[in-house]
T-cell receptor
Framework: AQKITQTQPGMFVQEKEAVTLDCTYD???????LFWYKQPSSGEMIFLIY??????QNATEGRYSLNFQKARKSANLVISASQLGDSAMYFC??????????????FGGGTRLMVKP | SQTIHQWPATLVQPVGSPLSLECTVE??????LYWYRQAAGRGLQLLFY??????ISSEVPQNLSASRPQDRQFILSSKKLLLSDSGFYLC?????????FGQGTRLTVV
């Protein structure tokens, strides 16, 4: 079963507007972490933001904020004041414990964001 | 500070040829290391992970193998490449609250 689901394969947003990228997850663990990464056309993976399952407040990093709704198992990324340089693929990921195997990082299928001037 | 190196950046290999991609981490010890593959326009698929020297776990059956000969070295290999092995390969090191990725290797099997 899909662990991380990103239902928006592609999205457009007008420059300077805010945009929300959806992410839902599935886990039975009590302790887990949620991440968002940006991947520009160069291919590098750029860490954006992290939310721990026990964090009571939504994580924020500059223009990025994570709308964490634990009961709904959603961890949407909000980008405020979009810039042309925000055009990229965005991946949601989840860290889960796997016993002696350590922690695993599982990724969603990604959302391609295109910012229009 | 911690850094992760991955090479080569690009590779074009004929079908049936061997493969060796190398990943090394600096600035940490006993890291958890991961190999991911990304098909064009798709998400990242976990291939292998390692929690220590000589300890390799495979997530999906495939034509590839991995080895951890040293604490901070993780190698992805194949004896005979297939066309379907083409993709973007990423090595990752994962501390508790974020993961660091290498620059990636774009492999084209022709």
């Amino acid at each position: 079963a899909q662990k991380i689901t990103q239902t928006q394969p592609g999205m457009f947003v007008q420059e300077k507007e805010a945009v929300t990228l959806d992410c839902t997850y599935d886990t039975s663990d009590q302790s887990y972490g949620l991440f968002w990464y940006k991947q520009p056309s160069s291919g590098e993976m750029i860490f954006l933001i992290y939310q721990g399952s026990y964090d009571e407040q939504n994580a924020t990093e500059g223009r990025y904020s994570l709308n964490f709704q634990k009961a709904r198992k959603s961890a949407n990324l909000v980008i405020s004041a979009s810039q042309l340089g925000d055009s990229a693929m965005y991946f949601c990921a989840m860290r889960e414990a796997r016993g002696n195997a350590g922690n695993m990082l599982t990724f969603g299928g990604g959302t391609r964001l295109m910012v229009k001037p | 500070s911690q850094t992760i190196h991955q090479w080569p950046a690009t590779l074009v290999q004929p079908v049936g040829s061997p493969l060796s991609l190398e990943c090394t981490v600096e600035g940490t010890s006993n890291p958890n290391l991961y190999w991911y593959r990304q098909a064009a326009g798709r998400g990242l698929q976990l291939l292998f992970y390692s929690v220590g020297i000589g300890q390799i776990s495979s997530e999906v059956p495939q034509n590839l193998s991995a080895s951890r000969p040293q604490d901070r070295q993780f190698i992805l290999s194949s004896k005979k490449l297939l066309l379907s092995d083409s993709g973007f390969y990423l090595c990752a090191w994962r501390p508790l609250d974020r993961a660091f990725f290498g620059q990636g290797t774009r492999l084209t099997v022709v």
